[in-house]
């Protein structure tokens, strides 16, 4: 039989149903499917903005397919639900693919996987959602379901953030997911410096916009696949999220210090540690699988570092043979609401797997602290906007741990959460550019 050839659609669809079924993470998924297709860079694009857009808006999409349904309470095929969602995303955001592309492509892409079957009713509900379009209007007012519709974000966690931090900060935080988030990098400055690497960059037609503070931090723009850079093989810079970089600046590493990231996958915390404390200081990463202990080694080579110990680790059992650290942070596993513009199929979480990780997390602190010298630094962090994650473990933590006092928070961040000071929640409307959660805490010396 001949093989059908790929295209920027059927690459997207069936990157999406392999989502729906592995519940895995839709990076990993898509540059999968990317590297297995010979789609040219311009097909790849498009596929992307398809993935990612019918992740983002899949709420809103399923809003207006239901309208174009004749049977709104039928219970669809995954593949023609999610074909569906990839010709409204076209239809309804994509101004510049023509309806009738938009439509037949998308059934072509269908029959391609082999789902032929699904064809006429995907084509059917495709050209009445293209009859209906000019009407087609979003609920009104700024109730529950109005804004999960509008924003594409389920009640359940609009709630959350409302009951949480308020309706205004919940607002901005709904605004803040319609924005695309910028890519920030830290600059390895064991080879090189900011003046240099915005050269180099430059004649890789990337523009290099270095920040202020946190030291070494910076944006990049008019970027394509940064690991295709050859100033990003040299080593040159690693790619971290301004919230994370933040995260080392409340760590306050030093020359010579001991450091352990309990839970480092994928490294760049360790390797921004190990970068500031030199080859005098030592940082322990540590996580629970090889694979993902697997990217830390690759990034720590690229990077030229040699002052981390790397290594598979369970840190609910504790941490062997380690020495007590000066500074430990954990960074525990968490829900991931902090980061959803960056992973946008988290917003549909199983909110029934969620209810264990603060227990979770809460061991993992425990077991972190005792390996913590007297005097020492405990940073505990998440990238999430969740109180039962966040304030609640860090409250716990000092009721039931008498040997650790707070310790103040001052990085240069406002806090836009009101909160004791020795916490900090970031917001992308407040100096961060992510949602993460930090609480420190100082061990006492006697």
């Known amino acids: 039989m001949k093989r059908t050839a790929q295209t920027a659609r059927s690459v997207a669809l069936q990157a999406l149903i392999r989502l ?3 519940q895995g993470y839709s990076n990993i998924i898509l540059d999968k499917a990317l590297s297995l297709s010979n789609l040219t860079r311009r097909d790849a694009a498009l596929a992307s903005a398809i993935f990612y857009g019918v992740l983002e808006k899949r709420l809103t999409l399923d809003y207006y397919i239901f309208q174009c349904v004749k049977n709104p309470t039928r219970k669809l095929d995954e593949a023609a639900q999610e074909a569906l969602r990839c010709g409204a995303y076209q239809i309804i955001f994509l101004e510049r693919i023509p309806d009738s592309a938009a439509v037949n492509e998308t059934v072509d892409a269908l029959k391609s996987i082999g789902h032929g079957r699904l064809a006429g009713f995907v084509n059917g509900v495709l050209r009445g959602l293209v009859r209906k379009k000019s009407a087609l209007t979003e ?3 700024n109730g529950l379901n109005a804004l999960s519709i509008r924003y594409s974000v389920p009640i359940v966690l609009i709630q959350l953030w409302q009951n949480s931090y308020g309706k205004n900060v919940a607002k901005q935080l709904l605004d803040c997911l319609l924005e695309k988030p910028e890519l920030y990098i830290r600059v390895n400055l064991h080879k090189t410096n900011e003046e240099d690497l915005a050269a180099l960059l430059k004649g890789e037609g990337v523009q290099f916009e270095p920040l202020d503070v946190p030291e070494g931090a910076g944006l990049l723009h008019n970027y394509g696949g940064v690991s295709e850079l050859s100033t990003f093989q040299q080593g040159l810079y690693h790619i971290q999220d301004l919230s994370a970089q933040w995260i080392c600046r409340i760590l306050e590493p030093k020359k010579g210090e001991l450091i352990c990231d309990c839970c480092a996958a994928p490294g760049g ?26 990217l830390i080694r690759a990034g720590a080579m690229r990077l030229g570092l040699d002052n981390i110990v790397i290594r598979v680790n369970d840190a609910l059992q504790g941490f062997g043979d380690m ?14 609401f902090g980061v959803i513009r960056r992973k946008p199929e988290i917003r549909y979480k199983e909110w029934k797997d969620l209810k264990e990780l603060p227990r979770l997390q809460y061991q993992i602190l425990c077991q972190a602290a005792m390996k913590v010298k007297p005097g020492g630094l405990l940073v505990y962090s998440t990238c999430t906007l969740n109180p039962a994650e966040n304030q609640e473990v860090a409250e716990r933590f000092l009721r039931e741990n008498n040997g650790f006092q707070p310790a103040t928070i001052e990085i240069g961040l406002d806090h836009s959460i009101d909160e004791p000071k020795y916490m900090l929640t970031m917001t992308p409307f407040a100096g961060g550019s992510d949602g993460f959660f930090a609480a420190a805490f100082r061990k006492n010396t006697d």
């Open 139 to 141: 609920p009104e007012g």
């Open 323 to 336: 020495p007590l650290v000066d500074k430990m942070l954990c960074d525990v596993p968490c829900s991931g």
């Open 269 to 294: 915390k360790s390797f921004t540690v190990a970068q500031e404390i030199g080859n005098s200081g030592k940082v322990y990463a540590f996580d629970l699988y090889e694979s993902r202990v697997s």
């Open 20 to 22: 729906q079924k592995s």
